[in-house]
T-cell receptor, first 112, second 109 residues
Framework: KQEVTQIPAALSVPEGENLVLNCSFT??????LQWFRQDPGKGLTSLLL?????REQTSGRLNASLDKSSGRSTLYIAASQPGDSATYLC???????????FGTGTRLKVLA | DTGVSQDPRHKITKRGQNVTFRCDPI?????LYWYRQTLGQGPEFLTY????????KSRLLSDRFSAERPKGSFSTLEIQRTEQGDSAMYLC???????FGSGTRLTVV
């Protein structure tokens, strides 16, 4: 079964902390992995997409890495802010398929 | 604004009623996806279209569910004889993940 697991399920940190969100997957035939943000009651916003040939992507305070051999991806958020509070989802696309498989998400709360 | 719109935003219905949701994707995007998301879970794939052709359906899509994309533009998702277990957020995505709509939250009472 192709699964995507995210740890921790929930995280609460004080403003300014650097933090790491984890995503693990069982299928090594990965085409790409994408990180999304979801605010309560809203749809998904794409944050970073990492192709299977890449090891990391950066956008502002966000850095995502991909290690296919270990089946892991991490999302690093630097200098967290209360506006970063949201649910973060990772999703992987397997080669030869046309749909993303999502993890269960990490609910992040950044305290002012 | 992702350019993907879904209507309605919220729907409360009685068990056994039929409901229909609509998704308008980013114009000229050939692929359109439907996902279902329950509380505390990630989105789960339901089905996708390439233009007007429905190319894949999840086993989650029971025979009470039907989706159409008649002219390769907007899509509708219909649930017949709704059950309480159908309560969820139904998300539409344009292309693979170019843009997600804000979803339709269905509550079956």
């Amino acid at each position: 079964k192709q699964e995507v697991t995210q740890i921790p399920a929930a995280l609460s940190v004080p403003e300014g902390e650097n933090l790491v969100l984890n995503c693990s997957f069982t299928d090594s035939a990965i085409y790409n992995l994408q990180w999304f943000r979801q605010d309560p009651g809203k749809g998904l916003t794409s944050l970073l997409l990492i192709q299977s040939s890449q090891r990391e992507q950066t956008s502002g305070r966000l850095n995502a890495s991909l290690d296919k051999s270990s089946g892991r991806s991490t999302l690093y958020i630097a200098a967290s802010q209360p506006g970063d509070s949201a649910t973060y989802l990772c999703a992987r696309l397997t080669s030869g398929t046309y749909k993303y498989i999502f993890g269960t998400g990490t609910r992040l709360k950044v305290l002012a | 604004d992702t350019g993907v719109s879904q209507d309605p935003r919220h729907k409360i219905t009685k068990r056994g009623q039929n409901v229909t949701f609509r998704c308008d994707p980013i114009s000229e995007h050939n692929r359109l996806y439907w996902y279902r998301q329950t509380l505390g879970q990630g989105p789960e794939f339901l089905t996708y279209f390439q233009n007007e052709a429905q190319l894949e359906k999840s086993r989650l899509l029971s025979d009470r569910f039907s989706a159409e994309r008649p002219k390769g533009s907007f899509s509708t998702l219909e649930i017949q004889r709704t059950e309480q277990g159908d309560s969820a957020m139904y998300l539409c995505a344009s292309s693979l993940a170019e843009g997600f709509g804000s979803g339709t939250r269905l509550t079956v009472v």
